[in-house]
Every structure is written in C-alpha cells, then in structure tokens.
C-alpha cells in the first residue's frame, strides 16, 4: 500500500518506498500554474498559509480543502502508520517545499526542498516547534542563486540554505533582487520568477550534475548575498 494524495483539486503529494532499505520519500506537489480549478485550490491555499486575504473565487472550496498543512501532516501521519520501519525523507518544490519543511520540523525527520518560501512564520504560527532546537542540517532548502524565493526567504529557513552559484542571470533579476526587498507586483520580479523559480529550471540544475554550495552559518550567508 503506497499513502498518496491525488485529489483533482487541493493538497497533492506522492510516497516513495524501497522496503529493502527502509527508506522512503514523501513529496509534495508545488503551485498548479494553470488556469483551472487546482491552480486556483493553490492559489487559496498559498494565501492561507501566508496570511493574505484570499481571492473570492476560494468560496468554492472548503476550509478542508484549503487547508493544505493539516493534509500534509494527515499523508505523513498516514504513511509512518502504514510503513512504520521506514525512514521517511519529505521534499518538494515551492509550495510543496513549504509543506515538506513544516511536516518534516514536526515529524523531527529529514527535509530536503526546493525554492521555498518562508518557513519560520508558518512554524510559529501552526506548529508548536521550537525552530532553534532543529538541527541545523535536519533540513535543507536549495535555491537557484537568482530565484527571488531565496532572497525572500533569506533568515526564515529552520536549517542548511545552499545554491547553485554562477548561473546566468535571466532578465529581471538585478531589478528584482539586488535593490531591497522583492517586489513581486513588479514586470523585473516577474520575469526574473518565470525564468529561475519554475520546476522545469530546478530539475535542469539536477540534470546539470553540479553542486550547490551550502553554507554552514547564516552570517556567511548573509555576507555572500551583501556582496
């Protein structure tokens, strides 16, 4: 039996499992970009998990559907029940890495993401955990360097943020990231969002067979990003 959630709109995650080593993968799905009813469960749960008022066409959907944390908790629950031997490891990408993130802090299992978003808000606000009682690499979020999520994400991560450097930089970005804040509204953050955060970008890094560099404190972090 493989726990799997696959709704045709709402929280959408896959396991994983190779009995012979005991290990498993939970990986959660990111943002439907799409024009119908599952971009649009998304977009209401982004906004949920954000905090932001949500758009009025989320009145079709329930509060069960949106909330798509306590089903992400639900699935892991469900699957540590079903494979209780196993070693589970929690990924995803963008929505889905926000999700892994949070599933993996509570469960105190390895979290593996990628382009998340702030994580230390929702953990504060949902969860009872303590994010500096998590170790340190427990969890770790790799980011294209340019991807606007880093920089908005940037102090709000609960472990290891690591990037793969020296990547052509797409149109936008010294707009969008290299002047303060990220200003998503913008045509620069747009552009630069369309061309470094999208799934098929990351799975284009892997392919790549580099590395990304992780840094082992915050302020060598924060002192590479200054520069």
Known sequence: MWPEATPEEGMRAL???QLSSGRGVLAFRGTDLG???SAQADSCANAELAGHPRPKYCDQFTAFQIDYLSRALELAQKAAQVHPTVEWLYTGH???AELASVVGAVRGAPVLSFAAPPILPLLKKRTSVDPKQLPYWKSVSLYNEFDPLRFSAFGELPGA???WLNQPKAAGCDACELHGPVRWGTLACK???SKTHMFGAYLALLKSGSRPTCKDQEARDAQTILV
């Open 35 to 37: 024009k119908g009813r």
């Open 94 to 96: 963008s929505l889905g």
């Open 191 to 193: 552009e630069c969002f």
């Open 15 to 17: 396991t994983f499992v």
């Open 161 to 163: 943020n690591c990037s």
